[in-house]
């Protein structure tokens, strides 16, 4: 097995919260200097910038999981990662028909620029990409494990969009790949809060909206090989493959 650093929840200049030095150049160049070898492109509500930092990255060797952090109808943050682009564009087109479509004139809630590898900007979204969507935390988890992809609801310590300040529970039958932790915690202080088992994987990262953030939290992925099976397999604690927090 070998290591590999991870951060799994960075945003682009899609996000309205993300600063606008958030393009695909910029961002892999970061991961590249944090010593990173996996990331996570996980823009509010909608995946349109993560091929094209998937196809810059490549380059340079690093393995671009692409998806989105969704936000439920009941306001849970969850990130979501597909290993084709035939499922990010079936999940792209889920969010635009079940997102909550709140106008957002003239950037009022922040920019939200699609962009190509040179920067140009392709489109920009004119609805609040963060609204929630009409889809329920079980019904996205569902449709996302249909499309063959990853589910991990994001940061569950943070007082806001986190499974248990919104929920307070894990609902019944919700399947997860892991769970998303972030901020100035432990492993060891969220396992003891939360009551899990040890059998539930969580990963550390860094919610990055500004360049210096990326790779400031990560998690270390003991694999094989980069792929997207093995990362879910670390995921799950599958055939050996595993995920510590140091």
Do not use: W
């Amino acid at each position: 097995m070998q290591k590999f650093r991870a951060d799994l929840h960075i945003h682009t200049v899609l996000s309205p919260c993300a600063d606008l030095e958030m393009t695909p150049q910029q961002i892999v160049e970061q991961a590249q200097k944090a010593g990173l070898h996996i990331i996570g492109i996980t823009d509010h509500n909608s995946t349109r910038n993560a091929k094209v930092i998937r196809n810059l990255a490549q380059k340079s060797g690093i393995l671009v999981l692409t998806g989105a952090e969704v936000t439920t109808k009941e306001e849970v943050h969850c990130l979501v990662f597909f290993d084709n682009d035939q499922a990010l564009d079936n999940f792209q087109q889920y969010l635009e028909e079940n997102i909550s479509r709140i106008p957002n004139p003239d950037g009022h809630f922040g920019y939200q620029p699609v962009v190509d590898a040179e920067e140009n900007v392709i489109e920009l979204v004119p609805y609040y990409l963060t609204s929630a969507l009409k889809k329920g935390i079980s019904s996205v988890q569902r449709y996302v494990h249909e499309l063959g992809g990853i589910f991990i609801p994001a940061h569950v310590n943070r007082p806001m969009n986190g499974l248990f300040s919104h929920l307070g529970f894990i609902p019944k039958n919700l399947e997860f790949d892991a769970m998303g932790i972030t901020g100035k915690t432990t492993e060891k202080h969220v396992r003891k809060h939360y009551v899990l088992e040890n059998k539930i994987s969580l990963i550390y990262n860094s919610d990055a909206h500004f360049l210096e953030q990326i790779g400031s939290a990560f998690s270390v992925f003991n694999l094989s090989e980069l792929s997207f099976s093995e990362v879910k397999m670390a995921l799950n604690q599958q055939d050996g493959r595993f995920v510590e927090l140091l």
